[in-house]
Structure formats: structure tokens, C-alpha cells
């Protein structure tokens, strides 16, 4: 594609502040009013816990059915966020500097103490923007579910596009199909995500609200989003295509599975897993199911998933495989951040873990 046209996609556009504007409002919205499961999240320094309400499954059904109403009678159009791809990722980018400035301010100015919003200030203004001062500040509602709602409808919006130009296929199909399921879970076992990284260690920065606004939406989204499936055809043989729903399969069980175990233990460390009483290190350390066959396993799960929605594109070019590399590195550098908080938490139980479950992502590999 031209740069010059892709220079000029990139300007933001009005009807790109009105479509964000009503994404963040309905979040606030729906997230506050709808019904949803109550969940505390895990319990912070000083003791206290944070209350969820976990209704993202609720909002976004709700969002999509409004959706396609609006469409029936001629209010929306449904390949509105494809058309604009571009320029709704340079705005979306540009609020997300705003927010995480207005993030930064109010914490600078904060005097609570309480562990959730206690400012970390390092007097770095670029790192202390960068990964955040406060740990679970509120914004407008903002919150890990608005980047998978926005992955999700990117998705849908090419394959109207897809559909409206009679280019739907057996690979965008496949494609469309392995990340609704994928987003679906997600919001079906959402309160998990209450007891994970981003949750319970990562200060909410600029690479945070990036991250979820942005990356997730826009790149997770590459194979179809970057005039991949829409413009190039691919064909999968049978063979292919069973390969590729393996692979999903498999790295949805482990992904799954892992998590559900690492959950389930954090709420019951009696509770059985896979059948046997769970081995527990120091108290703290489950070293069995997923958890006893690498220390991060459900990376693992996590990159086959990834693997599995560029697979559709075939081989011809590495383009769509940006997710799942970039997943790789990101993830290889969270574990070694985590290995590194966990040493340094957990001393020497920490040794004895690693001396009982040697690998840290992929067994007899990494």
C-alpha cells in the first residue's frame, strides 16, 4: 500500500472520537449498572481487597445485540471500525496518552496510602508515565475488558466487510471463529483475571492503557485487520485446517486448564487437582497439574492460541505471525520479571521449586 495513503489514513478523525467516545461511555455504563458476579480480587499489602463486578460476558452480548440492531435500521454501519481502521488506531492512541497523562497527575497528587492507590513515584517522569504510580486507579471505566470488547468487534467488522465484498473464505473463517471462542472464555472466566499479573503487580501506566486500548485491539487483530485475509486469499487444504483446530485445541486446554488450576488453588489449597491432593511448596507454590510441569505453563497455552489464529494465513509471509512473535517476547520477558520478584519474595522456597519443576515454559525446551 501507498505511505502516502497510509500517512494520511493515520490523521484522526471526528468519526473516529464519536465511535471511541461511545465505546468508553457504554463501558462506563455497562459496567456499573449491569449485573455481574461480585468477586474480591486477592488481598494487597495492607490487607484490604478490591471488589469486581464481573459482568464483561453480559456487556458485551448486550453491546453486540445493540450493534446489530442500530445496523437493521440503518444507524450504524457494520463495517464502520474496519473502514477506519487507521485513524480510529491513531485516535485511540492519542486518548491514551491523555488518559495516562490525567492518570499520572492525579497520582502525583494523591495522599492515600492504601496499597490500591499509594503513589510510587521514582522522580523518573518518563518511567513513572511509562508503568504508573498507582496500582488499581479508576479512569472512565476503563479496565482490561475494553480491549478484548474492541479485538472482538475489529474482528466482526472485517468480516462484514468480508461478507459485503464476497470475499469470505474458509480462512477467514477459521480465523474469526478461534478468536470468539478465545474472547468468549475470557469473559466466561473472567474473575481469573482478577488474580493475574496485570491485576495484582502492574501499575496502571501508559504501557497498561496502551497495551489494552491499542495493542490488544489493533494487533491481536493483524491477521484480518492489515489488509491481510481481506486482500490476500489463502487456500488450507483439509489437512490444514484439522491442523490448525488441533493446535487451538490443544493450547486452549493448557491455557485454560492452567489458570482454572492456579485459580482454584488461590481460593481452595486442598482442592484436588487432577484427581491427587495438590503438592505445595512452602505454603505458597503449587508444583502440580500444569503448575508441576513448567513454572509458567499457561505461557505456553497462551502462545499456541496465538500460533493457532495466524495459522489461517498460510505461510507466505510473516506479517500475520506479528501476534504470536511478539507474544513471545513479551512473554519470555514477563516470566523472567516474575522469576525475578519470585526469587527475591520467596528466597530459598523459590530454589526448591525450580529444583522440583525445572522448566519455565515449554518442557525439555525452555
Sequence with gaps: MDLGLILNGLIPSWSSVAILAVFFVYLAIAGSILPGKIVPGVTLQDGTRLQYRCNGLVSLLLLITLLGVAAKINVVSLTAISDRGLDLLSTTFLF?????????????????????????????????????IQLNPHFLGIDLKAGMMGWLLINLSVLARSIEDATLDR??????????????????????????????????????????????????????????????????????????????????????????????????????????????????LLASGFWGIARHCNYLGDLLLALSFSLPCGISSPVPYFYPIYLLILLIWRERRDEARCAEKYREIWGEYRRLVPWRILPYIY
Aim: aromatic share 16%.
Design 96 to 132: 491514551s496518552v491523555l488518559a495516562t497523562l490525567l492518570l499520572y497527575a492525579a497520582g502525583r497528587t494523591s495522599r492515600n496510602q492504601g496499597s490500591s492507590l499509594k503513589p510510587h513515584i521514582t522522580g523518573d517522569l518518563i518511567h513513572d508515565w511509562w508503568f504508573g
Design 171 to 284: 480462512s477467514m473463517i477459521l480465523f474469526q471463529i478461534f478468536c470468539a471462542l478465545y474472547i468468549l472464555d475470557y469473559f466466561v472466566y473472567e474473575e481469573y483475571m482478577t488474580s493475574t499479573w496485570d491485576i495484582i503487580a502492574e501499575r496502571l501506566g501508559f504501557m497498561l492503557v496502551f497495551g489494552d486500548l491499542v495493542w490488544i485491539p489493533f494487533t491481536f487483530s493483524i491477521q484480518a485487520r492489515a489488509w491481510w485475509l481481506l486482500h490476500n486469499k489463502v487456500e488450507l487444504t483439509t489437512a490444514a485446517v484439522i491442523a490448525n483446530c488441533f493446535v487451538f485445541i490443544i493450547g486452549y486446554l493448557v491455557f485454560r486448564g492452567a489458570n482454572k488450576q492456579k485459580h482454584v488453588f488461590k481460593k481452595n489449597p486442598k482442592a484436588l487437582i487432577w484427581g491427587k491432593p495438590p503438592k505445595v511448596i512452602g505454603g505458597n
